[in-house]
């Protein structure tokens, strides 16, 4: 069973995602950020969910286990409609919203197609093999797709701060999952692994938050080019 | 219809890119998993050994208390 400690970052990760949602409704940009607040909205319920789940049965019980990868998968889906949301914002002044669409189903498709394509030998729990498999996959879309995300941004010279930094936080929580998992694998046995792991699940809530929270939608950043002119 | 050929082109991209970076990850990796959404306990996954509880295995030293070895 997991420790005080765990069990405060938990709390403090679930508070977070709930203050993503509220900040947002605040600043009166819950409808523009639609998929990103139905994706923090359920994370929090889902980390209600599975701490009911893990209180009732326990951290070693299969209903723990498959409560925790199922709403994983549905998580990992929600994630990837809320990268989908800022792709939709960074092009929307190139109309490419139908191509974007069509990109966006093609490639979960393809993932889905890949999943099934993984686990199909194993006739035992097919689809909790699957929904396992397609968020491991999804992740790794999820990870190309926001340094994809970032190249365009700095290519087309993006000046919106808010949007900037909602990508940006993405990209650093992304990323940190990455060292991290790279880091378990050099030294698993290093117990204080075990807490930077919900530790970096603070990262994007508190990100998001504070960006909802402190900067303005009309907030632009002046690029460093535009200052320093050839004569 | 060449952009959505394009379209198709970069989805299939983004794909063989990050099934790529997985393979590369978990081929290197210990077999754990990246489960990067909220701040909950991971549980071990349920269906690797079915439901029946793993046994010791049986052909590591037998039954027999192990001996020191003799030729250290």
Known sequence: MPGPLEYGIWLVCTLLEGAVVVCAIRSHSFRRYIFLNVYMGLSFLASVGRYQALSHYGIVSSQYAYFYYYSDALLTIGLYFALLNLYSLVFDEMKVERYLRFGAVLLLAGTAWFSYAVVQQSSHRLFSHFAYELSQNLYFVGLVLTYALWGAIVKMRETRARLIQLVLALGVYFSAFAANYALQNLSSKATILHFVTPILGCILPAAWAYCFLRVNEETRLAPARLVAVPR | ?72
């Open chain 2, 1 to 72: 219809m060449s952009r959505k050929l394009t379209v198709v082109l970069l989805a299939m991209l983004v794909l063989v890119g990050a099934m790529s970076l997985k393979t590369v990850a978990v081929t290197h990796g210990d077999g754990s998993v990246i489960m990067a959404n909220g701040g909950a306990p991971q549980p071990p996954v349920p269906w690797k050994n079915g439901g029946a509880p793993q046994p010791p295995v049986p052909w590591k030293n037998g039954g027999a208390p192990q001996p020191p070895v003799p030729w250290k």
